[in-house]
């Protein structure tokens, strides 16, 4: 029998729930399992033949007739665009690395990405994993956390600079967006498409060219992410703008706390995200 199986709707409303007791360190499992459930339960049928495989994600929890009281998790995509999330409450995380070693529901040949928190005992285990079957894995634990709750998110105000319009992006825009982002893969386009289309994106224009010359998107984890100006365009309250736009969207829209993730040495987007008054 496998040690995992599929969260069926209650369960993951449970998951979202007992998470939601440790905000604001929980932060990011919170709102990774909302963008699950809210896309799992408003994608149709129709709609999962074009969606990007990273946007189809199932949440698995332990099996077991004892409940999920450890708030143990994985969550992978599909095969196209295979990305792995994982936590638990558990200290060691024994039920966590004991389902990791022995699931089927892990497709470790097609090399997935895994991201997991600052569980150096989950980041070991993987490690092992990996190496047995000579597989490699890429995890990734090291940026910040950062948070607003929904209440301040939702009154955040902005100005939009004179030479520019904010617009929400158009699913066309994705290619641009793709080609600006420093991590692209194979799929990443698509996944660009998709984010675009059912969670929400925003862009600076150029007023006499039309040109987008800014961007910031709400990405799978329902963060604000790949905040980017182009170059020759910095320094002109563009960031600011974009992300205030994108925090307030999600605040609204979806009426849940809003978080973002950088890197700790990306000193410019911390003091940015803390001006706007984001805390880690």
């Not at 995380?93 to 005992?121: C, Q, R």
């Amino acid at each position: 029998m496998d040690p995992l199986r599929p969260a069926r709707v209650e369960e993951l409303k449970h998951l979202i729930g007992i998470y939601k007791q440790f905000l604001p360190q929980s932060i990011q499992f919170v709102s990774l399992l909302q963008n699950i459930l809210r896309t799992n339960l408003t994608l149709h049928d129709t709609d999962k033949e074009q969606v990007s495989h990273r946007l189809q994600k199932t949440v698995y929890i332990p099996n077991n007739e004892k409940g999920n009281r450890l708030a143990t998790f994985v969550a992978i995509s599909r095969e196209e665009d295979l990305f792995i999330f994982m936590n638990t409450l558990e200290v060691p995380p024994t039920e966590l690395t004991h389902a990791l070693e022995h699931t089927t529901y892990i497709k470790w040949g097609i090399k997935p990405m895994f991201v997991i928190g600052d569980n150096s005992e989950i980041r070991a285990k993987l490690s092992q994993l990996t190496v047995e079957p000579k597989v490699q894995f890429e995890s990734w634990s090291d940026c910040v956390n950062y948070w607003m709750p929904q209440t301040e998110a939702a009154k955040l105000s902005y100005i939009v600079p004179g030479d520019v319009e904010l617009k929400p992006l158009q699913v066309q825009h994705a290619k641009q967006l793709n080609e600006w982002w420093p991590y692209r893969y194979r799929t990443s386009q698509q996944y660009f498409e998709s984010a675009i289309k059912y969670f929400g994106a925003f862009g600076l224009f150029d007023k006499t060219s039309g040109e987008l010359v800014a961007c910031v998107f709400q990405n799978d984890h329902d963060a604000v992410g790949h905040l980017y100006t182009v170059p020759e365009r910095c320094n002109r309250g563009y960031g600011c703008t974009l992300a205030k736009a994108i925090t307030k969207h999600i605040a609204v829209q979806y009426k849940q706390d809003v978080h973002t993730f950088i890197a700790g040495n990306n000193e410019i987007s911390i003091r940015l995200f803390n001006k706007i008054g984001y805390k880690a």
